[in-house]
């Protein structure tokens, strides 16, 4: 089990750049989340996934961002013309529906500056 | 509608103190809770959690929590601080109500004085 990973760590693009973020969640795990973290607040929900289906997203998934997990393993999450408010972390998170809780194991994240 | 409220955005305590990090949650129906705590530049790691049963859980580091019904608490505590812990605390909330989506409060700092 080698956890979820999440490419780049970092990102540092120009306004009005397009940037694409890769998820790879934890192997037998069939639901994916993406969040959003900006300073000094906790992170807040943008979109998930069960299997390859897209199931909901957040009013504060604009229509610049769309995501994808075209064979409900790794999933990307793309920008598009960012916007300096874009300036955040990005997490990805994945989990299991079966039994239990279904607990979210986070990955590291990657943080995006939008100068 | 759920929501997770988190006293104190900064907690300091001495090396050695009693850590106290406060958590309360409003729900229609009995939740999910969680702990998770965030180094620099790191993602969220489970400290503990609570679905059903003993309502006090412990979890890794010597972290305990315990859910308390009645006032829709569920404070994080750890009986001796140590430097290590210092780092950002996050409480969460799901359940099959919620679709099981996480609600996070807003996080608490702990900072750890030697």
């Known amino acids: 089990d080698t956890g979820v990973s999440q490419n780049p760590r970092h990102k540092i693009t120009k306004r009005g750049q397009n940037v694409t973020f890769r998820c790879d969640p934890i192997s037998e795990h069939n639901r994916l989340y993406w969040y959003r973290q900006t300073l000094g607040q906790g992170p807040e929900f943008l979109t998930y996934?069960?299997?390859?289906?897209?199931?909901?997203k957040s009013r504060l998934l604009s229509d610049r961002f769309s995501a994808e997990r075209p064979k409900g393993s790794f999933s990307t999450l793309e920008i598009q013309r960012t916007e300096q408010g874009d300036s955040a972390m990005y997490l990805c998170a994945s989990s299991l529906t079966s039994g239990g809780a279904w607990e979210q194991f986070f990955g590291p994240g990657t943080r995006l500056t939008v100068l | 509608a759920q929501s997770v409220t988190q006293l104190g955005s900064h907690v300091s305590v001495s090396e050695g103190a009693l850590v106290l990090l406060r958590c309360n949650y409003s729900?229609?129906?009995?939740?999910?809770l969680f702990w998770y705590v965030q180094y620099p530049n790191q993602g969220l790691q489970l400290l503990l959690k609570y679905t059903t049963g003993a309502t006090l859980v412990k979890g890794i580091n010597g972290f305990e929590a315990e859910f308390k019904k009645s006032e829709t608490s569920f404070h994080l505590t750890k009986p001796s601080a140590h430097m290590s812990d210092a780092a950002e605390y996050f409480c969460a909330v799901s359940g099959p109500n919620t679709g099981n989506q996480f609600y996070f409060g807003t996080g608490t700092s702990l900072t750890v004085i030697p």
């Open positions: 729900s229609s129906v009995p939740p999910y």
């Open positions: 996934f069960q299997n390859e289906a897209q199931l909901e």
